[in-house]
């Protein structure tokens, strides 16, 4: 595929590989993250998060917009807009196994229930999803998430916007690391906050006093394991006193581990992610 004449090349500083801008016409354009591509499979796509302003944090009900980017053909096109977002990582904007499959998330200002969105954008094929997504499974057969109302609660950016936050109170059974078939839409509470902390042995007097959230959720390469990274925070606090560990797990939720505790990665580091062998 040849990158359309429309996007102008990038020269400054004289960069080893070719580079485009591909929204010159647009501003406020977002990728997601660094584990999920916005190329989209085929590599004629792209797809972003438009932040409409920039000169303020965003309130709950704000709208975005979700933007496709046809590289062959040099447009860009808004496919939907959304209030389903926050600064980070957009409206979550990534691709599911093909050109068919780009998903985000929207959330309804009546109930302020955010879903999730498989959106085709040959077609225009739009399906609402029972649940959120965080990141999709390479196959685009499942979509993974914490719960996203709740993750602002020990960072902000990373979930949707709403006026009243849920708050945790030390490791409940409804919360946790939810999972949704992006076929049928349903979705499910695939291991409780309760259960990772139990079956890792979590639930001992140094994490008394406090509350978990779970934060980042990934699926290996291969789809067969889930890691999500298990914040514990002090009550009432975001960063004092907050302690980290990485649980992974099997696709349906058993063997669970802890494959990095809290007194290694209290020594430095961040943004955890799976190896290519998965």
Known sequence: MTISDVFPRYTDFDPLVPVWCVTPNIDGCVHRFFDASSI??????VGVTRLRFEDRMPNPGDLAD?????????TEQ?????????????????????????????????????FGVRYDPETGD????????????????????????????????????????????GA???????????????????VSIREMVVATGLDSEEYAGGDFYAF??????????????????????????????LITMKADGSDLKIAIPDAEWGKGGHHPDWAPDG
């Open 216 to 245: 980042h959720v990934k699926w290996n390469p291969q789809g067969d394991r889930l890691m999500v990274v298990l914040r514990w925070i002090i009550q009432g606090e975001k960063k004092v006193g907050r302690k980290l560990n």
């Open 78 to 114: 808004v496919v939907a807009e959304t209030r389903g977002w926050d600064t980070q990582l957009g409206a979550q904007v990534q691709w599911g196994a093909d050109d068919s499959q780009l998903f985000f998330n929207d959330l309804d200002p009546q109930t302020w229930h955010p």
């Open 40 to 45: 989209s499979p085929s590599g004629r796509y």
């Open 126 to 169: 739009r399906k609402e999803l029972d649940g959120t997504v965080y990141m999709v499974s390479r196959d685009g057969k499942w979509a993974a998430s914490p719960c996203l109302r709740r993750i602002g609660r020990t960072q902000a950016g990373y979930g949707v916007l709403v006026p009243d936050v849920p708050e945790n109170r």
């Open 66 to 74: 979700v933007v496709l980017v046809d590289l062959e053909a040099g």
């Open 172 to 190: 409940p059974d409804d919360d946790g690391l939810f999972v949704t078939d992006t076929e049928t839409g349903a979705c499910k509470l695939l």
